[in-house]
């Protein structure tokens, strides 16, 4: 692109086509997220002392989990 000119698609990034944000917008986007945790914040704690009393369930993770892996390696190994 020669020099003084201004490509069509100037608010987007070259490499991956997101739109590029300036400061002010990333500040009030960061306002508005800091602004969510604390409005979402007695239902954060409420959960979390809900799921220290609940049993925990390792093996409803682990085992598909482990079912995956293993699939994924006999996949490499037929290859």
Not at 30 to 55: D, H, V
């Amino acid at each position: 692109m020669p020099h003084g000119k201004v490509d069509s698609d100037f608010p987007h990034s070259q490499q991956s086509g997101q739109i590029m944000l300036s400061t002010w917008e990333n500040l009030i986007l960061g306002a508005l997220a800091l602004l969510l945790l604390f409005w979402m914040q007695p239902g954060i704690k409420a959960a979390l002392a809900r799921s220290k009393q609940t049993p925990s369930d390792w093996p409803s993770v682990v085992v598909p989990l482990l079912l995956v892996v293993m699939f994924v390696l006999f996949l490499i190994a037929m290859v």
